[in-house]
C-alpha cells in the first residue's frame, strides 16, 4: 500500500474530506483543528491530503507539512491498530527508557516509526508525557504506564493482543 495516494481512501472520506476543508476556510487559525478532524477521519494525513489541503485553502503546504510534523498527534503514515509510545525525555532516558525502546524494538522486530507486520502495533519515538515522576514512561493507545520495567514490557504489551 502507497501511504501517499488518494487511493487509499473511500470516496465517502474525500467528499467528508472535502466538507470539512470547505467548514475550515482558508482561516489559517483553523489549521490545526482542520488538521485534527483530517487525522480522525482518515487516520493519518499523508502529503498527498496536505497537498489537497493547501490547494483548497490556499495555505502554504510547506506551513501545513510544518504542523503535522511538529505535533505527535498527527501521523504521516497509516497506524496499526495500537500505538506504542516510549519517552526518551532525560528523566525517563535516565531512569531505563533507551533500553526499553530498545527491548521494544527487539521484541517487535521494527524500529521508530514502523509498523508490526501484523498491523498490531505502531512504534513512535516522544520526549515528554509530564509524568516525570513515573520514569521510565510508556504510553499504549493513550493509556499512561509508569515505573515500566523490562520486565513488565511484555505485560503491557500482552494487554493489547
Partial sequence: MNDNSMDNFSTVQIQQL???IQEC???????IPLLEKVQLLLGYIPLCVQELISEKTGIPVNQIYGVVTFYSFFSMKAR?????QVCLGTACY???????AE???HDLG?????ST?????TYEKARCFGSCGL???????GKIYGKVTLESVDEILAQYK
Fill in 18 to 20: 472535502d466538507v470539512l
Fill in 103 to 105: 527491548k521494544i524494538e
Fill in 25 to 31: 476556510g482558508s482561516n489559517q487559525g483553523n489549521l
Fill in 117 to 121: 507486520k501484523d498491523e498490531r502495533f
Fill in 80 to 84: 496499526a491498530r495500537h500505538r506504542i
Fill in 94 to 100: 535516565v531512569k531505563g527508557g533507551k533500553e526499553i
Fill in 135 to 141: 520514569a521510565p514512561v510508556m504510553v499504549v493507545d
Fill in 110 to 114: 521494527i524500529t521508530f516509526g514502523e
